[in-house]
Nanobody
Framework: QVQLVESGGGLVQAGGSLSLSCVAS????????MDWFRQAPRKKREFVAA????????YYADSVKGRFTISRDDANNTVHLQMNSLKPEDTAVYYC??????????????????WGKGTLVTVSS
């Protein structure tokens, strides 16, 4: 089992920045690729970003490419999501997730085996 706890959400004006963190426990963090997803009101949960186990490769949804950065700190079992140039359409609950198969990167909800409870990001116009 992997337990995930997100933090860092809040209210920010459009054009501002926020940094989200997700602390993992339960299994060896370094064994897992890690993802961030988000779910806006009345919309399906969608992929935001992913990072490989080594941290050497990252993947982003087109809607956040160039604005968001995912990174990992294996010493502290933490994955981060730095969000810059935020837009009102980024408003959502952001979820940290780990895949069912630890070694591979997945970008779909179905590929995830573990989820945090989420942290709310609200971007005002």
């Amino acid at each position: 089992q992997v337990q995930l706890v997100e933090s860092g959400g809040g209210l920010v004006q459009a054009g501002g920045s926020l940094s989200l963190s997700c602390v993992a426990s339960g299994r060896t963090f370094g064994d897992y690729a890690m993802d961030w997803f988000r779910q806006a009101p009345r919309k399906k949960r969608e992929f935001v970003a992913a990072i490989t186990r080594s941290g050497g490769r990252t993947y982003y949804a087109d809607s956040v490419k160039g604005r968001f950065t995912i990174s990992r700190d294996d010493a502290n079992n933490t994955v981060h999501l730095q969000m810059n140039s935020l837009k009102p359409e980024d408003t959502a609950v952001y979820y940290c997730a780990a895949p069912k198969d630890a070694q591979f990167v997945f970008t779909t909800v179905g590929g995830m085996g573990y989820w945090g409870k989420g942290t709310l990001v609200t971007v005002s116009s």
